[in-house]
């Protein structure tokens, strides 16, 4: 579920080969914008998500962009809905996948910033003797190892029961049950020495802002992120909510084989992701998120200064890095764009902000193959450098 590691990712990819799927053969929709922020079309955006649908195989593909002149232009192209033809909903819900560390990081620096957590102060000291095991020893990881994925707890998501989302899709998991399942696992590699993606990481993070806060971690997000800077399309679902609140293209999971059903994973059980990546939102809100937050709206200007603080993740795309909860892209015009992006079992999204203001995020509502997602990152590079 949402961004999975590099190695677990690879090995799915090894198993699911796409072809042009019957969303393709559909007539392609797409919004037409107000009068008011009205750009000339065909623009690049379109002609990218276009492609994303018609070369690429995706059902639907939704985008909002932010441009260097101050306007939002928002996008859409393919079906929201396989089994009827239906239109994709102007800027339409989705599951965000892994931008929801940014929200679980941001809120973990202001408990920093209140004084209530230590960023360099090891785990131990808030969940004693919770995270034990082969190799993993809370009391030699820190809350900015778990921020920045350099703690080396194993992925939760490799364990077993976990791999195919059939037989999950309602089910409800206690985040401690997720846990359990990674410290089943080997360390991949002594604390603060390597870099490696881990879901688990986030699990952890979310059981940190519980124990100091004493209250859910989908309140603390809501009352902290999503009420502060008033994103009307965000929310981390209760518990057993399965369905998206408004409007939104339906998500599908990746075809096993050219000739397989295309299965609808729209409605689902959000927990088996929790704090590592059950935030819904809608693309423009996921921009206006970014925004305030590299805007210093979110975060004291020390403890931004720390979220973009950052380590190497080339495994993640040439150039990237990663910072607590955030990442760095370079731009093929130059400077780098900010965000996370995420992955849910049905949606996939990218996307970020600039230094200086533009704003995008694109979703596909199916998880691509790795030459589709360099396409889909390729368009959030042509939406901010045109």
Known sequence: ??????????????MVRYATTAAAGLALTALTPTAATAAPRPDVVQQRLDALVQEDGMPAALATVKGRDGRTRTYTSGVGDLATGAKVPV????????????????????????????????IDTYLPGLLRGD??????????????????????????????FTTIQYRYF????????????????PAGTDWAYSNTNYLVAGLLVQKVTGRPYGEEVTKRVIDRIGLRHTYVPATGETALR?????????????????????????????????????????????????AGRLL?????????????????GPGVRYGLGIQSRPLTCGGLVWGHGGTAAAYRNRGGVTEDGRAVSITVTTV???????????????????
């Open 135 to 164: 190799g993993i020893d809370g009391r030699k990881i820190t809350v900015r190892q778990l921020l920045q994925h350099t703690s080396g707890l194993p992925e939760y998501m490799e364990a077993p029961g976990l791999t195919d």
């Open 1 to 14: 579920m949402n961004e999975h590691s590099p190695q677990r990712t690879a090995r799915r990819l090894r």
């Open 91 to 122: 800027d339409g819900q989705l599951r965000a996948g892994s931008n929801t560390k940014a929200f679980t990081a941001v809120v973990v620096l202001q408990l920093v910033a209140e004084g209530k957590v230590g960023l360099d102060t090891d």
């Open 246 to 294: 408004e409007p939104h293209p339906h998500g599908y999971l990746p075809r096993t084989a050219p000739d397989a059903p295309q299965v609808d994973y729209t409605e689902m059980d959000s927990s088996m992701a929790w704090a590592a990546g059950a935030v819904v939102s809608t693309n423009s809100d996921l921009n206006t998120f970014y925004g305030a937050l590299l």
């Open 300 to 316: 004291p200007a020390a403890q931004l200064a720390q979220m973009r603080t950052t380590v190497p993740a080339e495994l993640l």
């Open 368 to 386: 691509p193959d790795a030459p589709a997602t360099k396409h889909l990152t390729d368009a959030v590079d042509a939406a901010l450098c045109r």
């Open 174 to 189: 206690e985040p401690r049950e997720l846990l359990d399942g990674a410290l089943a696992q080997k360390a991949l590699f």
